[in-house]
């Protein structure tokens, strides 16, 4: 036969075997001596070595198991890694797969995997020749070791779940003969052939992921969305998380639980997007990796079962313990956007019949939650429902728990068995043999009963543990004990009489999962945006644009996904709050400095401004005097009121009558109002200067204008009679020029005498010049 590899290239011989043997034998004589002639000083023995020993001195890591459920004529192959922790150098060295005994159930496994210490007592080692020599290992340095042995030769009695265990044995300077300085164990589970009575598996595959979409939108047509930033387009990528859940689910037979805003957040990426950098915000261009994600998971549900959750994936448990009025009332529109969601994007019908607590911790407050909005199935997890003591088997998954509710118990083992860091090869390693382990000891509980069993992983497994899980589910795929059921099938199986199904009070909800809960406050402000948000839409003529993405923004609040991130979760709904009062106030009075009002009535203007790219209707303007004994509106009221309806980007100025009934200072006060008399924004108040004009002043006015009537007919009168003299003067000095340079003869040129100048009554000869100022001119 084979000799067993070395490591370091040493090949044992027979006699250095003998020696090693020979040395142990020797060791061993004292406490043989002991045993025979009673108690002694205790030599320097092996049995002392291992008193003394508090831990191992040589970690030993099983980073490989293949095949992980071997069947008849396998080699069952180990490989790991073996690092000297201790100070001094190990030397003669070999590593023995070793094997224990049938474990006789869920528990023993249990016990098994919580056990420490290098010790391996309990299992038996293989034959020398499957052993790999490892001649020396010093202090601090790793190396890789590979052992394969035949399954037949690891003497498996009969079917079950034995302990399969590696370890190291060696010498160091101050212990200089063979014993144990590390070891490891872990499960290898033996059905070679099935079962008679198959347990229907059912495996539930989360896509979730975290809050991403703002509630923040472009002012174009398409309403261009804007990202928290591109950690969703990292986990959409190659090798991201939620890539790996799309690529390795699309291989499984699993059933696809999904929040539908992912589906909703990766089909905006689609399309045109915005990321928020800084205090503004720029292009996203990752709209190739999110149609890329969408198509490949359309594929991999076409023909399987999905079910939706709620949109935004609600905190079922927070909603119950702090929940304030009107919290529930967002549960409902949210299965029903979540639905069409699905059918939109994926164009498949999604079952909306199922509720999904928080580790599936439930209690009387969290089924009523998860209920009202019309789910009649709740997925539960065994460490929350658990069993009546002295029951000897896990019952089937579902089961009644009154009022036309199924809880459907997923098993708390299995459902956190990929919950470590799975990046680290040896617990992949040790979690997936654990897996198999316990689904298996499941089916042999009652293997001539067939039962069902539902795992519900964690919400968002990282890239490692879903292909950690897919290792698992791929093992199973040989269907030697276990056989895939949906989880709508799981949740209609003839429920165990003997299972429990009461449901634990609220007293007993896990003081972990409380204490990462939203508070009180937090759905406060909840209730505080979606009532401004209902005043909002009432005066909006497009409410479409704000409602739906205010609408999905107030679902992610809600999201259970804020658990152990309490600070962002207060960012996300300070970042919502602040957004929509920053788009209300764009619809506003503008302020109006003081107004002088002379007279007995006049109109005083107020206007109002709409910034925002729609219009408003359904608002009044009412304008109040808080003076009515000096003025008063609109003949004689305290209140006056005009209907308001302006374009997205207009204003509109609105003219109030007035009267004035005293005089001194009147405070007038505007405000906006919704059709359902609700203030809207802040009101604006001026004050009215009030100066009104007595028959006193006015008679002494109108003198006034009398004496400036008459000053002036008196100065026209003046201004014209000198005109006329000045037009006299000028006509007598050019009659006597004519006379001087005539003939002296008193006859014209033809001998007739001279005619005299005719006497028309006017004052001068008719002109060409502009008259004088205030003179009437005749033509």
Do not use: C
Request: charged letters at 25%; aromatic letters at 4%.
């Amino acid at each position: 036969m084979a000799e067993a590899a070395d490591i370091q290239g040493m090949n044992p011989s027979p006699a250095r075997r003998w020696v090693r043997r020979t040395a142990a034998l020797v060791a061993g004589a004292p406490i043989l001596a002991a045993l025979i002639y009673g108690p002694a000083a205790k030599p320097a023995t092996a049995a002392t070595a291992a008193e003394k020993d508090t831990g191992p001195r040589v970690d030993v890591s099983l980073d490989s198991l293949m095949p992980a459920a071997p069947v008849k004529g396998d080699t069952v192959t180990v490989s790991g890694t073996l690092t000297n922790k201790g100070k001094e150098t190990v030397t003669n060295a070999h590593v023995d797969l070793r094997v224990g005994r049938k474990l006789s159930g869920r528990i023993e496994i249990d016990d098994a995997a919580a056990r420490t210490g290098s010790s391996s007592d309990d299992l038996s080692s293989i034959e020398d020749k499957y052993s790999v020599k490892v001649s020396k290992l010093a202090s601090g340095i790793s190396t890789d070791f590979s052992i394969s042995v035949p399954v037949d030769k690891l003497g498996l009695d009969g079917d079950g779940v034995y302990q399969l265990g590696v370890s190291l044995s060696g010498e160091t300077a101050d212990e200089d003969y063979d014993h144990v300085l590390g070891s490891e164990r872990t499960f290898l589970p033996w059905q070679p052939s099935a079962t008679g009575k198959k347990s229907q598996f059912t495996y539930l595959w989360p896509l979730i992921s975290s809050v991403h979409l703002t509630a923040e939108t472009g002012s174009d047509e398409q309403q261009t969305p804007v990202f928290e930033d591109e950690a969703l387009a990292a986990e959409l990528a190659p090798g991201g998380r939620l890539e790996q859940m799309v690529s390795l689910g699309s291989q499984l037979p699993v059933t696809w639980v999904i929040d539908p805003d992912l589906l909703a957040s990766v089909d905006a990426m689609t399309k045109s997007y915005r990321v928020k950098s800084d205090d503004t915000t720029v292009a996203g261009k990752n709209q190739a990796v999110a149609r890329q994600w969408l198509t490949a998971l359309e594929t991999a549900v076409q023909g399987r079962k999905v079910v939706a959750l709620p949109f935004g994936d609600p905190d079922l448990a927070s909603l119950a313990h702090h929940g304030v009025s009107g919290s529930l009332s967002h549960l409902q529109p949210a299965t029903e956007v979540a639905e069409m969601t699905v059918e939109t994007v994926l164009h498949v019908k999604p079952s909306v019949d199922f509720a999904w607590p928080v580790d599936g911790a439930i209690d009387p407050s969290i089924v009523n939650v998860a209920t009202s909005a019309g789910a009649h199935k709740v997925i539960a997890r065994s460490d929350s429902l658990r069993e009546t003591a002295g029951l000897p088997y896990t019952p089937t998954a579902a089961r009644p728990i009154g009022g036309g509710t199924t809880a459907v118990v997923s098993d708390a083992r299995l459902s956190t068995a990929f919950q470590g860091d799975m990046t680290d090869a040896e617990n992949s390693t040790l979690a997936v043999q654990e897996f198999l382990a316990q689904s298996l000891a499941f089916t042999l509980q009652e293997p001539d009963k067939q039962r069902s069993i539902v795992v519900a992983p964690q919400r968002m497994p990282t890239a490692a543990q879903a292909q950690s899980m897919a290792q698992a589910l791929r093992t199973l795929e040989a269907q030697r004990w276990t056989q895939p059921l949906d989880l709508v099938a799981a949740s209609a199986v003839k429920p165990d009489p003997k299972a429990t199904t009461k449901v634990p009070s609220t007293a007993r909800y896990p003081k972990k999962l409380r204490a990462d809960e939203l508070t009180d406050g937090a759905f406060q402000q909840i209730r505080t945006v979606q009532g401004t948000l209902d005043t909002f839409k009432g005066i909006l003529t497009q409410p479409d644009r704000v409602v739906t993405p205010f609408g999905n923004a107030i679902n992610r609040e809600m999201s259970t996904s804020w658990r152990g991130h309490e600070a962002e979760a207060t960012r996300y709904r300070d970042s919502v709050q602040m957004y929509l009062s920053d788009l209300t106030s764009e619809v506003k009075l503008i302020d109006k400095s003081d107004v002088t009002l002379s007279g007995r009535s006049a109109t005083i203007p107020v206007t109002v401004q709409n910034k925002l790219v729609q219009g408003v209707d359904n608002l009044v303007l009412r304008l109040k005097s808080d003076t009515p004994r000096r003025l008063t509106l609109d003949d004689g009221k305290v209140v006056s009121e005009e209907p308001i309806k302006i374009s997205g980007g207009h204003r509109q100025t609105v003219k109030f009558d007035t009267s004035a009934n005293a005089n001194g200072q009147a405070r007038v006060t505007a405000q906006l109002y919704t059709a359902d008399n609700l203030p809207y924004g802040k009101e604006m108040t001026f004050t009215v200067k009030v100066s009104e004009i007595t028959p006193t002043v006015m008679l002494v006015i109108a003198g006034g204008v009398l004496l400036l009537v008459l000053a002036g007919v008196r100065m026209y009168t003046q201004r014209k009679r000198t005109a006329a003299t000045a037009a006299a003067a000028r006509e007598d000095a050019e009659a006597e020029r004519k006379d001087t340079t005539e003939a002296p003869d008193d006859t014209t040129g033809s001998g007739q005498p001279s005619d005299p100048t005719p006497d028309t009554g006017d004052t001068g000869p008719e002109s060409g010049d502009p008259s004088g100022a205030g003179e009437k001119v005749d033509r």
